[in-house]
């Protein structure tokens, strides 16, 4: 690089040596938006942190929301970001989100064949596998045999829906609530969610195992 | 690409264009020239395939369309009721008449 972009390399984080052609690509990118005057080095610190933050826990909080409260878990279904903006989560973004409930006879599961979208604003980063070839392939041909991988057999009654987010919404699986979680509090019945369970290659977990 | 005069209905039967333009497309190539139904109209949103180029991208009608998916990929092992729901773009699909 040119002593041109010495105003956004001062603020540069660490030695570029070693770094893939990625991150080199994305400090660059970085740098020339701060000198443009675009970005500032905080704002992008801010967004970093933020996006570090987020959590499936995220996602949990609002399932045991909807299961304890069923006026939440209407609006959820209607306007999922004026629902989760109640449990001061912020889904206002550019992408829509909606929530997939489980029922008796329907298991949603979550898939991008396209490429890995996922709801990282609200729950994070996915994981790898989510990304892999592998899952976005045999997920839409052959779901129940990918459950059944992740130790998910569900009964031939109940209808497995797959849901390719192939354009601009995003989508959250609501777990059904375990049997047995009656006594629970709402913070006791998120720890029953797991990420998993968010994507819909798991259930919740029995009160017994948690 | 002429937009739809009126949406399609839920219920209604759609299959899925097989041919496109090359590039930056929404719509997977497992679906294409697959029939299923309309479950839902999910809004209005910028054409990607113009958007992800930077070109002026209309609002186009985006679609919840069920297959089954021994329909897509032709029979399975105990499948048989399973689905696949994908969002597809409205200049993807033609409405079919004749549904078995």
Redesign the interface.
Known sequence: MSDHHDAGQEHDPGPRVGLSPFAARSRVLAALLVEKGVLTQDEIRRQVAATERRSPETGARIVARAWVDPRFAALLREDFAAAVAQVGVDASGLVQFEALFNTETVHNVVVCTLCSCYPRAIIGNPPDWYKSTAYRSRTVREPRAVLAEFGLHLPPEVTVRVHDSTADLRYLVVPRRPSGSEGLSEEELAALVSRDCLIGVAVAASPVAA | MAVRPSPLAVGVGVRVRTTGPSGHV???G?LRGASGTVVAL??R?PN?ERLAYGAPAPLVA?YRV?FA?TD??GP?D??S?????????EHWLEEVQDRE
Request: hydrophobic share 50%; glycine share 8%; no cysteine.
């Open positions: 929404r719509t997977p497992y999910l809004g949103f990607p985006l069920e998916v897509v990929f399975a105990g499948a009721r399973d689905v696949v729901t994908a969002d597809i773009y």
